[in-house]
């Protein structure tokens, strides 16, 4: 077997994380998995959503969307056809909860961080790129926090980040671009935390169903490539 | 540990699965998984989406919604706020996702098989019994079509269930109930075909981190649960 | 002339009331006349929409559906396009006016009560059988209220039913079930206490004017239906 | 008793139809019941609804919509609200339905009229006048296709008006004002053929049920007063 | 070159102010400019959006509209589209800006005035003509204030009017009907104060671009249409 | 006076336009304007608008989004929200009509060409840049179409360039920031050829009416600030 791209099976895209991409919010993360390029800011506002009023806790949350032509045809711009489709809505939802396991929100105060992950530019793994791009921006956010006195303590728990992996002509592969992600037989995201727990499994066949065997490889894969997303985003955060 | 249903960890609740529920679809199924009960309805029509019009192949897709006042306190009607929430789409991209899966959709010639699943009643894994339900209802529809002559072979791979299964009080268990599943420390769902191939594998960390034993674990409860649960349907449908 | 259904002109389809239907409503009850099948749940909450606010006065409102495969051909779902129907606003706002006249408001206090009429399946006359069976699910409602003691005096005024009367083939019936209502010439929808009082007639010519003797000829008929009617809510309520 | 207009009860306000009173339209009718004011146009479209394609027949349909000042305090406009409520639906749909008892469908041939009923000024009664005005209007486009020679045949089967009824302290009445209407016991719309025939009773019990007896009265009430209307539509269309 | 009118080019259509045209309204015009015929209501409501609460200051607002039939073939009703178009937002933002210019908000205390700019007939210039008769109503309804002893000071700065200009068959005109918008090569609408001032210039080339030449020939040609409105606008104030 | 960036009256922010800046589509661009930063990306899609259907002509149309995050505090995303603000649609369609000011639609040939226009940062002028980057993402689709031999003649008829002017502090500048804009006493945009002919004119006075002088002088430096951009593009396109 041979990737499209010639890489091993075990082989991450080059990933690259550039902070302070935007001068506006309070974090902002330009990430790039290979050719999937997504802007990832987040904003720090006073307040927390009605179900939280008066908890003394705060709350993370995400939205998600494509630039129309991020992709290979144009699609439809979400806000022109009045709302957003369901694969935005459950990537939105996916990055949110992904991101509120990296926080204890109680360390936060009634504040929300709203992290917006927009792709400029899809080539497979959006929703991974834009997890593992997020959690940077929003621990640039926790420390504008700190900077301005905000918080009484650290609310970051551990790091989060995310990868793709499949069964790719019958093999486990890790990190999925698009020619591959448009016909492998199975497609898993998976995101863990910096300490090595699952935080989400999703796992789809496409094709044909996958055994048990071909998950455990699967996760194998993912448990190698989350540690090597986490070593980079550790060096981005080290360059201040 | 106790469960608070009294169960045991590997135990499903009791499944009951009503054929011809209703009258005028092709295939009609009342499915209950304890005190969560949904209906399921298959519809046949001719035609096929855009994307698939020409191509002699047909098309399964599911919808899914809850009456306002299947749970405990009632929620606004997604009709009346005018749109469908995040929730409700994930899940019936799930199911159709699911019972796509189930049929080879060359076979089926060009037909949309549209299964509404509607919840009449909740107490956690509306979405495994939905599923569950919807394979019957879907095979019926299929056999209303053989009884037609309007299908050459039969288009059905093999049958799809599934379970959800969890991290409850630190041990793994299966099938979680709602008391249950609004505490669980991790909530997993699963969907499998009649032959043992995974389909769908969906799981999330609501309070803490999985770790890969507790994941080989919980796959390992959602086997057992459904091999009881594609029982249950061979035997509604074995009664004609 | 014959009736499809062999039925007498002032003859009512076999109804049936179960109450207790779903177990977390405070008033549950499916409804059946003949095949017309209806979940009616009246829900208790607290407060009032912001014209009563303030003003001692409780409310009483309906919504209404029907599952997508209730009928004869599958209609698209509400929630999936977006947006209630005519149809569908317009029997919620009968439904809603016709129980606001069993219940003296003031007695209610500061409490919404809503009553949800999903149609599982339907055979002519959903929205006759709807008020029916809401109108016992909302006696179960206010039941509920008065043993929490939060009411200090009962705010039934007196119960509620609706039946439809017609002229088909030139003779006027009552309860027209699908197959009469379609070819119907002109079809009536009757809501009446159980004091013999009318709250709603809405008479329409379907296919020719009626004339003033037709209309007195079907008024006679919902009399005797309604009367029939009340006495089967009373039999159910009376089963405690 | 003493209306507040000082009329007698069966007095209907001063009416005025005023044809050609905009330029584009087909028809074009201000109608006036006293204060009341719609502006009715009738457009006439090649083509009918996807229900009606290919059989021949012609559609008749009707919108109505009030100027946000219409009122006497400003009503949020239903286009900037992003739909349009029940009430307005209700009304549409009830004028649409009158007007397609005025016409013979099958001699109009694969046509639409639509009749827009918009209210520039209310004061009672907006759907009754509308109805009436509309019919004229509805008339004068059936002329202008006439004059085309469009038509083969007359496809109007009589003229149709509309008039409210109701118990206003304890007596029946006609045509109420809005100083009637919101503080009337029963309210009830009737709409008639020029013929005598009724085309649609829509009665409404606000305050107190109403009796057989007062039904009866009502409905004497409206046949006097739909006769006074035809007269004044009459008038109309012989000016020419 | 002749104009399809026979106008001159700095000629205006006949313009006519009717105040109090309906009779809820604080401020009530019905403007014409030739056979384009809109109703300008102006209404008052206390309170302001909420940027401005508490900061003592008021707020002028409007919203535009056009019934279905007040062009030459039927326009889908906004209501029933759901939304506003693209063109609506875009009058009805300059309006309300336009008319911000004519009143000092600070003195108006916190207060809204809407002022909903009707059309009902339709012949070019809808925008310019809702304008001039929106100031209009507005003077109305703050004299409405005035006399109700609201207002510590008048807060009319100046009265504001707008006119169209442009080129057609190559030379600069005045105030185009439809028959001269449709086929121009370029439109421009001014709004300007009766001092004399700029408040917007929006010009579009709808065929060739225009140069500074003609910019010039169509600023004077505005100024002088202005100068007339003015004197319109303020013999119609003078009848009181 | 001194401008809040030290630039001089008749100054550009300096101005950057990055081609094929993202991969897919056939034209795109990021434009910079200082710190307002827009990706503006072409796409060529086969047929038109239903207007247009077989009439040999092709379309140019944009859209315009400003991401979340690209402004001082976060706005919601319009998505989200359901439709697209009046703001938004007013620039879309500027931008549309300029670019189509560009091309000859007829040598164009049943064709459309959308250009999106994502601001990812904004400091004012983002309507200018959108426009002055976007013609060049558009000449490189033209240039794409031509080099697939899809093109019998050549259809840009010029260039296109748009700037902003204003009265800031009593005196007329060019390409107004956002520290100026949002204090400016008057705010005009000016679309231009490279010819030098006017396409749009949008001038606004937020806070004094402008006179005709501040008009001419206003209109100089636009051209002035034209001519600048105009190089620019050019420069850019040179380089292949």
Redesign the interface.
């Known amino acids: 077997m041979a990737r499209p791209s010639g890489r091993r099976a075990e082989q991450l895209r080059p990933v690259k994380i550039t902070r302070h991409y ?4 309070e974090g ?1 993360v330009l990430v790039e998995f290979g ?1 999937t ?1 997504v ?1 990832c ?1 987040a ?1 720090v ?1 006073p307040g927390v959503p009605r179900f939280l009023r008066g908890s003394g806790q705060g709350w993370v949350t995400a ?1 998600y ?1 494509m ?8 699609m439809g ?4 056809r ?9 990537i ?2 996916l990055i949110g ?1 992904s991101l509120r ?1 990296a926080v204890d929100l109680k360390k936060l105060g009634e504040v929300t961080i ?1 992290v ?1 992950c ?1 792709v ?3 080539d497979g793994g959006t929703r991974t790129a834009a997890i593992t791009g997020a959690c940077v921006a929003l621990v640039d956010a926790l420390n504008h926090l700190q900077r301005k006195k905000s918080l009484k303590a650290d609310p970051l728990n551990c790091m989060v980040a995310a990868v793709s992996v499949g069964i790719y002509n019958g093999e486990p592969v890790l990190d999925l671009d698009y020619a591959e992600d448009s016909s492998a037989e199975t497609d ?1 995201n998976v995101v ?2 910096s ?11 496409e094709a ?5 065997d071909e ?2 490889a699967m ?1 194998a894969l993912a ?1 190698k490539g989350i540690a090597d997303l986490v070593r980079v985003q550790q060096m981005a955060l080290a360059q201040g």
Chains 1, 2, 3, 4, 5, 6 share one sequence.
């Open positions: 935007t001068v506006h919010a902002s050719d390029k802007i800011t904003s506002e939205e969307g630039l129309p032509r991020s992709t290979g045809s144009r711009r979400e806000a022109a009045g709302k957003q489709g369901g694969r935005t809505q459950e939105q939802r909860r396991a709203t917006d927009d400029i530019q899809a898993m863990m935390t300490a090595g727990g699952f935080i989400e499994v999703q796992g789809t066949a044909a169903p996958f055994s048990a998950m455990t996760m448990q």
